[in-house]
């Protein structure tokens, strides 16, 4: 079998980590299969190097950030490498240039366009276990580019799908995908199995156990994705395809996502096209508008809110002063978005029901509400995310899953 096996930051935290890590890597070597890993930077590492970068500027072009940042994983990858020689086996590491991956030009969130798996093909061939610096490609260009955060375990779903990987593992400091953040809630379950489409809702609502799009593109590529611990040998959570799994759960978890940020134009006048300036100019931008809210006073006048992520608040704040479109702007980061995900939601009602006495019988203000099929989302004030999870995971009595 081929394997791709992915260490995240605190399995490769420490040089006794790195060693484990090797020696679990040389363990699915001598059971026969070829091997590729793919490793992240040593836990805190790249919030370390943004922190230098930060001394100099407070807005780095991406392109050097790029550069600074897709070195952490160079470090870990030649250092378990050199463990895994001494230890006897043939390994080499691979930038992202050398494995092949090719990305867009858009520095600090680049795509992957292709993976020319010409060098990874012959290098295993030739028997050697190949160790790769995950979050980063190169561009057509030849410029180092990075995937976004938690990017690691894109490239490893994309190493695996273009290699015809049986199998892709990405090993964390969790034993695979639970209710909720195990962190939070201390009785969340494991979840035996999940579908590509709910694990993608969960990782793109918060849970960060899995990158968003490592989910999407295992989904688009069949990738056989498993998470699990490289601290024990228990079994991880499968994510799979929908009719793998017999029966689906009503809610099958709780995400929370503490890094949203919420923009409120007061006063706006309300005439049509109003929503349109605000939006497309947002969109030319690049700013990825999740909740949107907006409701007409009397006056004629209207409100209108929205939420972005966090770390996009600085430059949709720029873009609203531009564009003078109310009398009044708030800016207000310290909220949560709290949400339900079960693909069980589509054929039973009550769901939501459950949801908004649960916060009520809390006390818990909901301040926006969104809803799909199969999730219902609630921005609160962030210092309340922690009980709402834990009020919600207990009232639909996840924790006797
Ligand atoms: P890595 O560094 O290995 O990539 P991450 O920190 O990115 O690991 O992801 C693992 C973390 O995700 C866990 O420590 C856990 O706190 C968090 N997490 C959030 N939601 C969940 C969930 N539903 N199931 C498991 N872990 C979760
Ligand atoms: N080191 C990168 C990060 O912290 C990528 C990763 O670990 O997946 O986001
Ligand atoms: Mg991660």
């Given at each position: 079998?081929?394997?791709?096996?992915?260490?995240?930051?605190t399995?490769?935290?420490?040089?006794?980590?790195?060693?484990?890590?090797?020696?679990?890597?040389?363990?699915t070597?001598?059971?026969?299969?070829?091997?590729?890993?793919?490793?992240?930077?040593?836990?805190?590492?790249?919030?370390?190097?943004?922190?230098?970068?930060?001394?100099?500027?407070?807005?780095?072009?991406?392109?050097?950030?790029?550069?600074?940042?897709?070195?952490?994983?160079?470090?870990?990858?030649?250092?378990?490498?050199?463990?895994?020689?001494?230890?006897?086996?043939?390994?080499?590491?691979?930038?992202?240039?050398?494995?092949?991956?090719?990305?867009?030009?858009?520095?600090?969130?680049?795509?992957?366009?292709?993976?020319n798996?010409?060098?990874?093909?012959?290098?295993l061939?030739?028997?050697?276990?190949?160790?790769?610096?995950?979050?980063?490609?190169?561009?057509?260009?030849?410029?180092?580019?990075?995937?976004?955060?938690?990017?690691?375990?894109?490239s490893?779903?994309?190493?695996?799908?273009?290699?015809?990987?049986?199998?892709?593992?990405?090993?964390?400091?969790?034993?695979?995908?639970?209710?909720?953040?195990?962190?939070?809630?201390?009785?969340?379950?494991?979840?035996?199995?999940?579908?590509?489409?709910?694990?993608?809702?969960?990782?793109?609502?918060?849970?960060?156990?899995?990158?968003?799009?490592?989910?999407?593109?295992?989904?688009?590529?069949?990738?056989?994705?498993?998470?699990?611990?490289?601290?024990?040998?228990?079994?991880?959570?499968?994510?799979?395809?929908e009719?793998?799994?017999?029966?689906?759960?009503?809610?099958?978890?709780?995400?929370?996502?503490?890094?949203?940020?919420?923009?409120?134009?007061?006063?706006?006048?309300?005439?049509?096209?109003?929503?349109?300036?605000?939006?497309?100019?947002?969109?030319?931008?690049?700013?990825?508008?999740?909740?949107?809210?907006?409701?007409?006073g009397?006056?004629?006048?209207?409100?209108?809110?929205?939420?972005?992520?966090?770390?996009?608040?600085?430059s949709?704040?720029?873009?609203?002063?531009?564009?003078?479109?109310?009398?009044?702007?708030?800016?207000?980061?310290?909220?949560?978005?709290?949400?339900?995900v079960?693909?069980?939601?589509?054929?039973?009602?009550?769901?939501?029901?459950?949801?908004?006495?649960?916060?009520?019988?809390?006390n818990?203000?909901?301040?926006?509400?969104?809803?799909?099929?199969?999730?219902?989302s609630?921005?609160?004030?962030?210092?309340?995310?922690?009980?709402?999870?834990?009020?919600?995971?207990?009232?639909?009595?996840?924790?006797?899953?």
């Amino acid at each position: 079998m081929l394997i791709v096996q992915k260490f995240g930051g605190t399995s490769v935290g420490d040089l006794e980590r790195i060693a484990n890590v090797a020696k679990r890597v040389a363990k699915t070597k001598d059971e026969g299969n070829d091997v590729i890993v793919v490793v992240s930077a040593m836990s805190g590492e790249t919030n370390k190097l943004i922190g230098y970068a930060e001394h100099f500027s407070s807005s780095p072009a991406s392109k050097e950030m790029d550069m600074l940042l897709s070195s952490g994983e160079r470090v870990t990858s030649a250092l378990l490498s050199i463990a895994l020689q001494e230890m006897g086996y043939n390994a080499l590491s691979m930038s992202g240039r050398k494995a092949g991956i090719y990305t867009d030009a858009k520095h600090s969130s680049a795509r992957i366009s292709h993976i020319n798996t010409d060098n990874m093909k012959q290098r295993l061939k030739e028997g050697n276990i190949i160790v790769v610096a995950g979050f980063q490609g190169i561009t057509e260009d030849d410029n180092v580019s990075t995937l976004g955060r938690g990017g690691s375990d894109l490239s490893a779903v994309a190493i695996a799908g273009a290699m015809g990987a049986d199998l892709c593992e990405i090993y964390t400091d969790v034993d695979g995908v639970y209710t909720t953040d195990p962190r939070i809630v201390r009785n969340a379950k494991k979840i035996e199995k999940i579908s590509y489409d709910e694990m993608l809702e969960f990782a793109s609502l918060g849970a960060k156990v899995l990158q968003n799009r490592s989910v999407e593109m295992a989904k688009k590529l069949n990738v056989n994705l498993v998470t699990r611990s490289s601290f024990n040998e228990n079994e991880g959570t499968l994510i799979t395809k929908e009719e793998n799994i017999m029966e689906q759960p009503i809610v099958s978890g709780i995400a929370v996502d503490k890094n949203q940020a919420r923009v409120s134009l007061r006063n706006v006048k309300d005439e049509p096209g109003i929503a349109a300036k605000v939006f497309s100019k947002l969109a030319e931008n690049d700013i990825n508008v999740d909740m949107i809210i907006q409701n007409v006073g009397h006056d004629g006048t209207a409100n209108l809110g929205f939420t972005v992520p966090e770390n996009e608040l600085e430059s949709a704040k720029d873009i609203m002063d531009k564009l003078n479109a109310a009398e009044n702007l708030e800016f207000d980061s310290n909220i949560a978005k709290v949400s339900i995900v079960g693909v069980g939601m589509k054929n039973h009602s009550g769901v939501a029901g459950t949801a908004f006495t649960t916060m009520a019988d809390n006390n818990i203000n909901i301040e926006m509400i969104s809803t799909s099929e199969i999730k219902i989302s609630m921005i609160v004030d962030e210092k309340y995310s922690e009980l709402a999870v834990r009020a919600l995971h207990e009232a639909y009595e996840l924790d006797k899953a």
